[in-house]
């Protein structure tokens, strides 16, 4: 199969590559290396993502997903047969500050998409837990309103729901949207909690603990991340619009404390604190109602918080040297 994978320099998007790869599959890989993220990092992806086995079968595209022209000429060239766009501005912080970044890539990028994938087989493309804002029950289920995003992230992933929708409905464009829940794992975003705890730990300087360490997030090992993404790829919504939403979760929220506690026991020592206020864009707890994912693909995140935390500070401990 031909996959046209965006955001292939990303954490998550490095890893439904050599996923594919792995099985065979053409891989287009698609990313700007946006330098509001880590570069160097990125980089260091895509240059193991060359060394893995099926690397013959990817090709990089330093495209921006802003630039329509650009990315259609991309389609008509590569004749991608699926498409899982993950290419996007993240964090919810960072977009109460430079709300017009993620408009550009989050809103206008994700319709160029759109316009491109016409006639694709299948779009799974990133939304994200945030969607579900004020409001909703615990554990969260994909049929909740949904409409009280808490930052303007949020607010733009939703919006990509809504318009995969319309293009469900009236082109017939199949489309699957993803909604991550706080992702982690070896190769992992450095502005995250698990990434940033763990530095910390490392290099004994204070960790800004928002609110108490409270919060309750839904961590989901970024393995079990791309096997749902390549599960829900090879199966296209069937339904009159062909559209669905899907948590990817393993519905166990952990507080981040306690997520922190791990690490520390891990890494045989204990943080330093300096507590900071709770975030007002922050949901204080997300937690997934797993079972319409296990009901489309047969498939459920099945790897332990503690489990997943062993494997990353060991790879954490041998990328450094130690
Ligand atoms: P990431 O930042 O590691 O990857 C995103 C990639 O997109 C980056 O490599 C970046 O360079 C690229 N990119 C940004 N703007 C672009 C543009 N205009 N054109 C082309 N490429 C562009 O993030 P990630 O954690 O791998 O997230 C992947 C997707 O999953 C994103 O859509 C994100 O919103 C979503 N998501 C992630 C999490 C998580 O916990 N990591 C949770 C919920 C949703």
Redesign the pocket.
């Known amino acids: 199969m031909r996959v046209l994978v965006?955001?292939a320099?990303?954490?998550?998007?490095h890893y439904v590559s050599a996923r594919l790869l792995a099985r065979g599959d053409v891989v287009i890989g698609?990313?700007?290396?946006?330098p509001s993220?880590d570069v160097a990092l990125?980089r260091a992806r895509l240059a193991r993502l060359q060394g893995l086995p099926g690397a013959e079968a990817f090709t990089f595209h330093a495209?921006?997903?802003?630039d329509g022209p650009e990315l259609r000429a991309l389609f008509e060239r590569e004749r991608p047969e699926r498409v899982v766009h993950?290419?996007?501005?993240?964090g919810v912080r960072a977009a109460g500050t430079s709300p017009r970044g993620y408009l550009?890539?989050n809103v206008t990028?994700f319709f160029h998409l759109l316009e491109c994938a016409r006639g694709v087989e299948h779009l799974v493309y990133?939304?994200?837990?945030?969607v579900y804002g004020a409001g909703t029950s615990a554990p969260f289920r994909e049929d909740a309103a949904a409409d009280r995003p808490l930052s303007f992230y949020a607010a733009t992933?939703r919006a990509d729901e809504l318009m995969a929708h319309t293009y469900g409905h009236l082109q017939g464009l199949p489309t699957s949207g993803l909604?991550?829940?706080?992702?982690?794992g070896p190769w992992g975003?450095p502005d995250?909690a698990p990434m940033l705890f763990l530095r910390a730990l490392r290099e004994g300087r204070p960790i800004d603990l928002y609110g108490e360490g409270r919060m309750q997030r839904d961590f989901t090992h970024v393995d079990d991340v791309a096997e749902a993404v390549v599960r829900v790829l090879d199966r296209p919504p069937t339904g009159a619009p062909p559209y669905r939403l899907l948590n990817v979760g393993r519905g166990e929220p952990v507080t981040l404390r306690d997520f922190l506690s791990l690490l520390e026991r891990h890494l045989r020592t204990r943080a330093t604190l300096n507590p900071l206020p709770a975030q007002p864009g922050e949901l204080e707890s997300t937690w997934a109602d797993p079972s319409a994912l296990e009901r489309e693909t047969g498939f459920r995140a099945r790897i332990s918080v503690e489990d997943g935390v062993a494997r990353l500070v060991a790879w954490y401990l041998q990328q450094s040297g130690l």
């Open positions: 965006t955001g320099a990303g954490f998550i998007g698609v990313d700007n290396l946006d993220g990125k495209v921006d997903v802003t993950l290419a996007a501005r993240v550009d890539t990028g990133a939304s994200s837990s945030s992933k909604r991550f829940f706080t992702v982690y975003r995250m």
